[in-house]
């Protein structure tokens, strides 16, 4: 009877350690008491309906938008770590929550984008690998995540074709790559490697940081079977043909800073009548810079300029403004087609990306060649932050203790996809098969079939830092635990003998 006893006790103390691991892996980490908290207090409702003067994160305002902003922050203070985050706001500045990335273990915080279930799509990086997590943005929760142990340090990740991700790979090795995987096959189903196209990008060019000589980071579908990818190394934004893997356009030249420098970011627009046009955040020129193609030549149609300091990000916004993640002012503004900011906030240390709900993916307004607003603007009307407010901020941010980001009361999608496709059939054909024979094939193996009704991008999260993207999730905790069950389940048979 004591032995049967003994048997019970132990495996009911090893069954609570497996349940909280459980529990923790639904939410993709611990609760702490941080920022990264799910369960919004109510104490922390009501400050996000009642925050006023208080509220140090918040610039020059002259107007106000419609919708939430939501902005990611990469988390580094000159050569500190600092907390990665995303952060919502409304449209005068208040604080919605903060969804801290750093204390639910991950490391860099980069894109985000809002999926069409209303869930938001953020890129982060989990013990040096690429993690991908989807949000609950009126909770704070990481619904899904997917890790991808052989993709490295990856910036941007778009879904396209409905069950696809079109995403950047900085190896470190020497084998960077865009790729999408399809999330219906569970595989890469094509690729594109810098290395086997050193016609283009050559070995002696590019820049710094070793094997990943190219820093390419960013990509976006901008139409059925072409890819834009921001080659960063190489001052460079290229279209990339994904059937033929041929360069359709090139913006820039390698260590020409006349046209761009070290640029992150760019989205594809279009003129009226149809010309191709590129605003990207033109970093180490300290502006935005927005080129239209003409006669198969790029001509600069807009430049924002002056009071930048490295820019990470600028989406134009449909009522012709721009939005702009500052990355060393460590702030967001808005601002006119003429640089007036006319609203901002604070957004320590190093934003990243930011995306203003209901204005669809990236940017969605006017050219400025259409909105008649060409030439150099200045920016002007910056509150320009002090050093100490900034860190008032980060203060501000990193205290705050509810983790929504967005209003529960405020729609985030549907979203239309930016390349403009009613959605993918998950066959892996996707628009090309990497033909070239050397780098990519057409995937065409057998995948899982997706059908137990979850609505989540990846299904299930893990306690690991999400489930692997190259392989499923491992069965062993899973094993232990039923095991387990099984041994406390014997043991009360036994008592009641």
Aim: overall charge negative; glycine content about 12%.
């Amino acid at each position: 009877m004591r032995r049967t006893a003994l048997t019970l006790a132990i495996c009911l103390l090893v069954l609570v350690p497996v349940g909280a691991v459980a529990g923790a892996a639904s939410t993709g980490g611990a609760s702490d008491g941080t920022a990264a908290d799910l369960a919004q207090t109510p104490a922390a409702a009501a400050a996000a309906q009642s925050q006023s003067a208080d509220n140090p994160c918040v610039g020059r305002m002259t107007s106000q938008p419609d919708r939430t902003t939501l902005y990611s922050i990469q988390g580094a203070r000159a050569g500190d770590k600092t907390s990665a985050m995303v952060v919502g706001v409304r449209p005068n500045g208040s604080v919605v929550g903060v969804h801290n990335d750093t204390a639910a273990g991950r490391w860099w915080s980069y894109d985000i984008d809002v999926l069409p279930n209303g869930n938001i799509l953020q890129t982060t990086t989990y013990r040096r690998d690429t993690l991908v997590e989807e949000i609950n943005a009126t909770t704070g929760e990481h619904v899904s995540e997917r890790r991808f142990p052989e993709v490295y340090d990856t910036h941007d990740v778009d879904l396209i074709n409905g069950d696809e991700l079109l995403m950047n790979d900085m190896s470190q090795d020497g084998e960077d790559r865009v790729l999408v995987y399809n999330l219906t096959r569970e595989e890469v189903v094509w690729e594109y490697y810098f290395a086997n196209h050193t016609d283009a990008f050559p070995r002696s060019g590019g820049g710094e940081f070793g094997g990943d000589w190219t820093h390419n980071n960013d990509v976006e579908k901008i139409s059925e079977g072409t890819y834009m990818v921001s080659v960063r190394n190489f001052d460079q934004v290229v279209a990339i043909n994904r059937s033929t893997k041929a360069i359709e356009w090139t913006l820039g030249e390698d260590d020409n800073h006349e046209f761009l420098n070290e640029q992150h970011n760019p989205d594809y627009l279009e003129t009226d009548d149809g010309r191709a046009t590129v605003i990207v955040a033109d970093s180490l020129n300290d502006r935005v810079v927005e080129y239209t193609r003409e006669d198969g030549e790029w001509n600069q149609t807009w430049v924002l300029r002056g009071d930048l300091v490295e820019p990470r990000d600028a989406d134009r916004l449909p009522n012709g403004n721009t939005l702009v993640a500052d990355r060393r002012s460590h702030r967001i503004l808005e601002v006119t087609p003429e640089g007036e900011v006319v609203w901002e906030v604070y957004a320590p240390w190093q934003p990243y990306d930011v995306e203003r709900l209901g204005t669809g993916d990236e940017s969605s307004g006017p050219t400025m060649l259409d909105a008649g607003a060409t030439g150099a603007v200045e920016v002007s009307g910056s509150a320009d932050p002090s050093e100490s407010e900034i860190e008032a901020c980060y203060d501000y941010l990193t205290g705050y203790e509810s983790s929504q980001i967005v209003p529960p009361d405020e729609p985030t999608g549907p979203v239309t996809d930016p390349g403009g496709t009613d959605g993918g059939t998950g066959d892996g054909s996707g628009d090309g098969d990497g033909s070239d024979g050397t780098d990519g094939g057409d995937g065409d193996g057998d995948g899982p079939d997706d059908s137990d009704g979850d609505d989540t991008l990846f299904g299930t999260t893990t306690s690991d830092g999400g489930s692997s993207g190259f392989g499923p999730t491992p069965l062993a905790p899973l094993l232990g635990a039923a095991l387990l069950a099984a041994l406390a389940l014997g043991a009360l048979a036994r008592l009641r003998d």
